[in-house]
């Protein structure tokens, strides 16, 4: 009895690990047919289905997410159209020999001499008188327009030590941002200048290159609040036919005036994106019709990490009235970006600001 309860334990042991092979022989073979066929069903997928399967979920739109999970051979095109956000284009800057390598539309030009205020001689390329009443026909008649301000301006850089670089916002002509790039140009400092409309930005551009101008980063767009993705990156700018300072960019109400021009739309931080030298700005100057208000908001960045030290600025309500902003709505932001609005100066008609902790300021310029 022994021996055969033995050998009946024998053939049941026999038996189960003949089941459990046959299971896994089965299972084995079943994973080898799923394998295959998945292999198969991978040979046969189209090659944007494909990159679409192996593209990091990191990068994918909802829309692309929910083709993903659905059955590869099922994505569609649409799934792969919208998997990445359109980049967002960044300003491209403009320096000497860019400008030396373009063509200037050199029309109605006309070479002033004036003096920078270090007392090198500098030619700006300016409008007829008839054309530009104001800035063009003082420096051809006068030597000079805002030569107070700018002699201000630059006493104040050598009083902070010769420490940081000059911003130019609306630079017209050139009659601050060439002088000045004159006198700051010996001691390695840098001209950031601002100018949309095409006309007027070549002209500015025949004054770097008459100068031999190296230190000066143009930027030839309009600037405004912050941009989406899907906004226009165009704005529309009047040319005023007798008065080139007061071009601007056409308002709420539209504008009467025939000389249009569609101008690419950009902001201060995207330009501080590709011009780092825009966060070692000693002063600035903003005069652009208006639109001041809008230029601050794209600036969030900018002036709220590394202002510059003293702003010099065009507040006008008849002209912010236009983009549906106040000199109050302005000198708010100003306040929030740490200037002393109350401490304000008066130069003219414009205003220049100061950071309340202005000594604190320069000690971060180099």
């Known amino acids: 009895m022994a021996?055969?309860?033995?050998?009946?334990?024998?053939?049941?042991?026999?038996?189960?690990?003949?089941a459990v092979w046959t299971s896994y022989r089965r299972s084995s073979v079943s994973a080898l047919i799923t394998r295959q066929a998945m292999e198969t069903t991978m040979a046969t997928m189209t090659t944007p289905a494909l990159i679409a399967r192996e593209a990091p979920v990191t990068t994918m739109t909802t829309t692309a997410l929910i083709a993903r999970e659905a059955p590869v051979t099922t994505m569609t095109t649409t799934a792969l159209i919208t998997r990445e956000a359109p980049a967002i284009a960044l300003p491209v800057p403009e320096?000497?020999?860019?400008?030396?390598?373009?063509?200037?539309?050199?029309?109605?030009?006309?070479?002033?001499?004036?003096?920078?205020?270090a007392g090198d001689a500098v030619i700006v390329v300016a409008f007829s008188p008839e054309a530009d009443r104001h800035v063009s026909k003082a420096l051809l008649t006068k030597g000079g327009w805002e030569t107070n301000e700018i002699m201000h301006m630059y006493k104040t850089w050598q009083l902070a030590g010769k420490k940081g670089n000059f911003l130019d916002l609306g630079t017209n002509v050139g009659s601050w941002s060439l002088p000045i790039a004159s006198a700051l140009q010996s001691a390695g400092r840098k001209v950031i200048s601002i100018e949309a409309t095409p006309p007027i930005a070549d002209h500015f551009r025949a004054?770097?290159?008459?100068?031999?101008?190296?230190n000066v980063i143009f930027f030839?767009?309009?600037?405004?609040?912050?941009?989406?993705?899907?906004?226009?990156?165009?704005?529309?700018?009047?040319l005023d036919p007798?008065?080139?300072?007061?071009?601007?960019?056409?308002?709420?109400?539209?504008?009467?005036?025939?000389?249009?021009?569609?101008?690419?739309?950009?902001?201060?931080?995207?330009?501080?994106?590709?011009v780092p030298e825009m966060a070692n700005v000693l002063y600035a100057k903003a005069d652009i019709e208006g639109y001041e208000g809008r230029a601050l908001a794209g600036g969030q960045q900018l002036f709220g990490h590394s202002p510059p030290c003293a702003l010099y600025i065009e507040i006008r309500q008849s002209n912010l009235a236009k983009h549906g902003d106040s000199v109050q709505n302005v000198q708010a932001k100003l306040s929030e970006f740490g200037y002393n609005i109350a401490g304000g100066k008066k130069m003219g008609s414009d205003f220049e600001y100061r950071q309340t902790d202005y000594e604190k300021c320069v000690s971060r310029l180099h």
């Open 3 to 18: 021996v055969f309860r033995e050998v009946a334990l024998i053939v049941v042991s026999s038996m189960a690990i003949t």
């Open 95 to 117: 320096l000497l020999a860019d400008m030396q390598g373009r063509q200037i539309n050199m029309q109605d030009a006309h070479n002033a001499s004036i003096k920078s205020p």
């Open 207 to 214: 004054g770097v290159v008459a100068n031999q101008l190296d």
């Open 220 to 238: 030839g767009y309009a600037v405004g609040p912050p941009l989406a993705a899907n906004d226009s990156r165009t704005v529309q700018m009047a």
């Open 242 to 274: 007798s008065n080139k300072g007061g071009t601007a960019v056409v308002g709420q109400k539209g504008s009467k005036n025939k000389n249009l021009f569609t101008i690419g739309l950009s902001t201060l931080d995207e330009m501080l994106q590709v």
